[in-house]
């Protein structure tokens, strides 16, 4: 059972033949659209539009290039990890918001109006789910993925062009489509999907117990 289309297809390249896909799943009732007197306070002096971040803050996410954009509103990095001073010190404009968990960060999703992806090395990528989940609309690399988990034709925008991306996403912006999308990785789904590929083995199939 593998996580991607992009993982299936590189195995089967490599020679396996019975491989399925098993998605990743998303808390849907955690990670949901929420109205503004949930939103955390401090994003109400914040400038439009809020581009969102979350996640470790490490060299291999490629968090600069998001943050080097020259888009108008208001860069907000959510997490921590090795390269935060570094990023602070180059990006003082940036708001660091540190490690979020459980409401908190459900509810800094449910704030912004775009989630920005930049990382190319992730083979997955739960955040993009939480903040579709949000119904917020993803800006990403056409990488796996977010060629995986939103699409070409999903809600949001993936464009080697990040700006753009960001651009469009924001243009595109529909909650309801982002959050019917999220639902089809709802854990629900993924507990579905498990129980479909398991077999039985009746008595006598393995041998002596």
Not at 159 to 186: I, Q, T, W
């Amino acid at each position: 059972m593998v996580a991607t289309r992009t993982i299936d297809r590189e195995l089967r390249g490599w020679g396996f033949d019975n491989t399925v896909e098993w998605t990743r799943g998303v808390d849907t009732e955690l990670f949901r659209p929420r109205p503004h007197d949930e939103w955390p306070d401090s994003f109400d002096s914040l400038p439009r539009p809020i581009q969102l971040y979350t996640g470790r803050v490490a060299v291999e996410k490629n968090i600069s290039a998001f943050l080097e954009l020259e888009t108008p509103g208001t860069k907000m990095v959510v997490g921590d990890g090795p390269q935060r001073r570094e990023l602070e010190a180059r990006f003082p404009d940036v708001i660091f918001a540190s490690e979020q968990h459980g409401e908190t960060l459900a509810r800094h999703f449910a704030a912004a109006d775009v989630f920005v992806f930049p990382s190319r090395t992730d083979t997955f990528g739960l955040v993009l789910l939480e903040a579709l989940a949000s119904g917020i609309p993803v800006a990403a690399y056409p990488v796996p993925g977010p060629l995986d988990v939103v699409g070409h034709d999903g809600p949001g925008c993936l464009s080697e062009d990040l700006g753009y991306a960001v651009e469009m996403a924001l243009e595109k912006a529909n909650p309801g489509k982002c959050r019917e999308h999220a639902l089809g990785f709802s854990w629900a789904r993924c507990a579905e999907l498990f129980v479909s590929y398991l077999a039985p083995i009746m008595p006598g199939d393995g041998g002596a117990a």
